[in-house]
């Protein structure tokens, strides 16, 4: 069998993408909020139902920009179950990080843990909707109300998540999407920020072009981190796929649920109530004690046969020689986030991937077999 990643990229139509890239070459506006640009900005916004969207040329800037943005300083309580961008962009912004345990259940930051973490110091929460699994929204913003914090959502991974027929990209007050490769919806790289007011949109646009509003006023500490033209026509055409393609990993994702949910020791994820979901993973966690071999192991057994499943989250931020001499890095801190990154596989899920393939990974797994 030729190799199966974890993940990936559905890409638009060749033809019509050279349609698109024909017409920048006959205007040569190539970035400077072209056309495209304009077009896939009002688009987006639509399809995701939020009315304050800024393009970006990835999510890490837009996680960058968006604390520069609300001003953040001093402390930031955040999730240690993530990817390393999600902490980093605190570093680049002179902030500590304080770390939150997660919930078992959805491995998001739990909310009954932030209160004791904040001190006078701490000026946001930035939690992670993991998976696209929607965080505790109501929770989170209820004790950030009570202590005056800003919340900043790291949604990297929640594009076109819905909870009871609405966005869950409007709770907070930024939230951050991510269009890499990688990702349900991708733009090759970008990102995307989204603002609850028009004027944070404005300061956030200005911030991301170097802080320039016109030809002789710049007004802050800007950097570049613009989508050009080419990215944005690419979007364009991915919007109009979206659907289908998020149909097509439901699909997949039903598929591994029914061959896997009989397998002892290994714990799956059903669908939350009430909510649209964009399935960009296909996590399973494994209990050695039940299933017989550690996640590691099975992890082995999986590439051996060319089946690149992935350890997301593992190590945890919190593990890293970077952070873990901060005091919140703690292992009694983090029980439930240790526990859970020496449990977690993500299994292969894209729109393209074959059915025979999934039922090939699965049998791979009951059989637990590196032959």
Known sequence: MSKIFVTQPSLPPLKDYVALLEKIWETKHITNN????????????????VENLSLFTNGTLALVIALQALRITGEVITTPYSFVATTHALHWNGIKPV?????????NINPDKIESLITPKTTAIMPVHVYGNPCDNEKIQRIADIYGLKIIYDAAHAFGVEQNNKTILNWGD????????????????????????????????????????NETTVVGYGINAKMNELIAAYGLLQIKNIDNEIQKRKQKTNL?????????????????????????????L????????TRDDMYQILKNNNIFARRYFYPLISQLPAYRGL?????????????????????????????????????????????
């Not at 072209?34 to 139902?49: A, D, P, T, V």
């Not at 494994?286 to 071999?293: H, Q």
Request: glycine share 4%.
């Open 34 to 49: 072209g056309k495209f640009h304009k077009q896939f900005e009002r688009e987006l916004s639509s399809y995701l139902k």
């Open 256 to 284: 591994y649920r029914k061959f896997i949910k009989n397998i002892n020791g290994i714990s799956i994820y059903s669908d939350f109530e009430n909510t649209k979901h964009n399935y960009s993973y296909f996590p399973i």
């Open 174 to 213: 930024l939230s951050i999407l991510s269009f890499h490769a990688t990702k349900t919806f991708n733009t090759v790289e970008g990102g995307a920020i989204i603002s609850k007011d028009e004027k944070l949109k404005k300061r956030i646009d200005y911030l991301k072009n170097f802080g320039i509003v």
């Open 327 to 371: 005091g919140s890095a703690k292992k009694s801190n983090l029980p439930i986030a240790i526990k859970t990154a020496e449990q977690i596989l993500c299994l292969p899920l894209y729109a393209e991937l074959e059915n025979k393939t999934i039922e090939f990974i699965v049998n791979l797994i009951r059989l637990k077999d590196c032959s």
């Open 99 to 107: 770390f939150c345990d997660i919930n078992e259940h959805d491995f």
């Open 286 to 293: 494994i209990d050695k004690n039940k299933f017989g071999k």
